[in-house]
């Protein structure tokens, strides 16, 4: 009853919107990068996962959407707004989908999303800029893919200690 | 989301990496030329067959040497695109997201109209 | 274990389509007709420069046996015996003719020899065009099955560079029939290609019409077509400060003016991307695009596809190439759709 409540479910949102954008930051200011345009850790990544387990698809897309555009935003990257918004966007997608299907654990719907992610700016670059850019799929879809490992890890961890944020009270919601 | 992992995810990341991975297979060509475009515009086109610089608008400069191509003094704040060293094969790609410039590498062609 | 297996299946069936290209023999040659460089490149089981040689010589006798490419008229009356060829050609010409207003014309041969673009080195003059221009006109002759027949002494016709682009689709039907694979061949800057080769389609380069000195304005990936290019900057000479080109009005005499710097044609019919070049290119960007759409609609003409490179540095491609064609010069831009 207490976990459906609209306030609550904002309030969670917003909590979560804030973390992501955290760590986006500590992203931006970690003094080593992955040397592949497009291609970052993604930490913000975690949260979109954990929101997409726990709760709707249409408020881990939202959330996607938001949080590609607030941190283009404060990390004062507005040229890659647009890049940022199609990787997240497809990844979001194809997330969503895979884990309906539900062949497929958190790793799978994790690494399958850095991927797509990857994916999805490299269209926004050959839509923007020479659809040459697509010579760079092996580098960009693999570098991706170890992200998409990484990212995965800290959540698995969080999985041991679900009291802490514990998800909205869904029937299916985090029984599997 | 403690699942346990099951042989459809590892199945389902090779199958990513190989499908990435795929594209690597594609025969490459030394290129000819490097096409220098800034927001989809082409700006310059170099020959790798000779020593030469281009300067681009917003700071920075291509570089022919030795019939490979690289990306010096970018002014973006990554700077990922001068990491990416020196490109030299037909279809190979240098790319800078922030300031919008591309350096792609064609080949050869086969023959010439007119 | 299971996925071991099913890495080892993914693996081997890599390796099995890596390994299936079988041996290809590549013939690169050239010889010379058409009082041009005739360069072929053939993919196939065997070495083909034989056939390329012999049928690039036999195309040259689309006008007459001894391989000639022009007529002229020593009488009133004179005619030219025509092939079942060299008809289909005349007739795409007389159509031309008719949708240019006759500024198209393919008797205008005297007009040319008259200006001697290759090697001339001033106009000639005003008197000279004048009288020669009365030797000029398509209404001037009588196109039939049998024959052309020309009304005056010394009108003529000059199929060299038509016959360029017959002689190209001759070569190529003559190497398809004996076997080849695929093949890229330039008879003078006329090209056609056929098949796919070990890379897929074939890189066509058009000449950027702004360098002189060889730059390509881009690249077309195509294959199965002929590709030919028309634009003043191929020959012309100056004189006191004036640029005076090879493609002639032949209403006025003078070299044409326009505001294209090329048109390339793509077709399955290389005489007709010829004529289509030249005509379209005389017509101007506005005029010439009606003319194509036109032409696509007209009776005995192939299917094309063209690039029209305006003055101002617009690049306008019909819609079949859009996704062939790739721009790699700078100072152009593509015209939005």
Known sequence: MWDKSPTRRIARFALLLAAALILSWVEAILPFQIPVPGVKLGFANIVLLYVLYTDSVPSAVTFGILRALLSGFFLGRLSGIFFSLCGTVLAVCGMALLKKCRCFSSLGVSVAGAVLHGVGQLCAASLLLTPAVWSMLPLVGISSAACGVVTWLPLRILGRYEGILEPLGGKNMNKD | ?114 | MRMLRVFGGMLALLLLLASCSPGVTVTETRVWAYDTLCTGKVWGDRNYADIFESAAVAGQNLLSSDGKKQFTASAGGDSLPMSEDLYRILSMAQVLWEKTDGVFDLTVAPLSALWDVNSASAPPSAEAIAETLSNVGWDKVTLTEESLIFSAAGMGIDIGSVGKGYGADQTVAALKKEGADAGVISFGGNVVTFGQKEGGLFRIGIRDPKQNEGGTLGVLTITDASVVTSGAYERFFEYEGEVYHHLLDATTGYPRQSDLLSVTVVSSDGAQADLMSTALWLMGAEKGWQLYQTLCRTEGFSPAEVIFVLQDGTVRISDGLKDSFALSAAGYRMEAP
């Open chain 2, 1 to 114: 989301m403690n699942q346990k992992v099951r042989i459809w995810d590892f199945l389902l990341i090779a199958a990513l990496v190989a499908a990435c991975a795929c594209a690597w297979l594609i025969p490459r060509e030394t290129g000819a030329s490097a096409t220098v475009s800034v927001d989809g515009e082409i700006v310059a086109v170099l020959p790798l067959s000779q020593e030469g610089e281009f300067l681009l608008p917003m700071g920075g400069r291509v570089v022919v040497r030795d019939g490979k191509v690289s990306l010096c003094d970018a002014v973006c704040e990554d700077k990922l695109c001068e990491n990416m060293g020196e490109i030299s094969e037909e279809g190979q790609t240098i790319l800078c997201l922030p300031l919008r410039v591309s350096v792609v590498i064609s080949g050869e062609v086969d023959a010439y109209v007119g």
